[in-house]
């Protein structure tokens, strides 16, 4: 049962372009959702998150899109950078008792980001 | 400030061994979680803990076990291993758990043989 899924295993983009990647969830009681980004060796860092009474979240070069109707959310890069490079994972939590929830995040299965000189 | 810090790194058990994990959580950081990634696949959430207390627990069987200490810090234990429990552990930590993301370890690499 993937509640979140991100389609594309992988995605190619020249620097300075645009890197659009896109997630899928299945959970209508989702409420809040994340990017991490990973590289190898090392654990999934924090990128951008955005609460579902949002449809749009920016911090810098990262904008995060959710469109709650689809249970879609991409993640915009603008412009890519070969730093860039990275697997990107969306995950996403809902409201459990206590309110502590957002401990347990649940993950898409992650895109592969190339960002090519 | 110190990340999330695991250890060990890596380790190597047999099949039938039992393994113990260990964390420690950023300053001030009163939530850690664990999660399993294997290869080719998200994390996975196996367990919250909050304040001393369970908060939340995945879908993995009671061989998989958790704590944590007044400090904060946390042990993964994991009895009778099995092949398919080689993965990479990974610990994360909040400030408390509501609103505010997670902070990822570097993981611990499992290989069970």
């Known amino acids: 049962d993937q509640q979140v899924k991100q389609n594309s295993p992988s995605l190619s983009v020249q620097e300075g372009r645009i890197s659009i990647l896109n997630c899928d969830y299945t959970?209508?009681?989702?409420?809040?959702f994340l990017w991490y980004k990973k590289y190898p060796a090392e654990g999934p860092t924090f990128l951008i998150s955005i609460s579902s009474i949002k449809d749009k979240n920016e911090d810098g070069r990262f904008t995060v899109f959710l469109n709650k109707s689809a249970k879609h959310l991409s993640l915009h890069i603008v412009p890519s950078q070969p730093g860039d490079s990275a697997v990107y994972f969306c995950?996403?939590?809902?409201?459990?008792?206590?309110?502590?929830?957002?401990?347990?995040?649940?993950f898409g299965q992650g895109t592969i980001l190339t960002v090519h000189p | 400030d110190a990340g999330v810090t695991q250890s060990p790194t890596h380790l190597i058990k047999t099949r039938g061994q039992h393994v113990t994990l260990r964390c420690s959580p950023i300053s001030g950081h009163k939530s850690v979680s664990w999660y399993q990634q294997v290869l080719g696949q998200g994390p996975q959430f196996i367990f919250q803990?909050?304040?001393?207390?369970?908060?939340g627990r995945g879908n993995f069987p009671d061989r998989f076990s958790a704590r944590q200490f007044p400090n904060y810090s946390s042990e993964l234990n994991v009895n009778a291993l099995l092949l398919g429990d080689s993965a990479l552990y990974l610990c994360?930590?909040?400030?408390?758990?509501?609103?505010?993301?997670?902070?990822f370890g570097n993981g611990t690499r499992l290989t069970v043989t």
């Open positions: 995950a996403a939590s809902a409201p459990g008792a206590g309110g502590t929830s957002y401990g347990k995040l649940t």
């Open positions: 994360a930590s909040s400030w408390s758990g509501d609103n505010s993301p997670l902070h």
């Open positions: 803990y909050y304040e001393k207390e369970e908060r």
């Open positions: 959970n209508s009681m989702f409420d809040y």
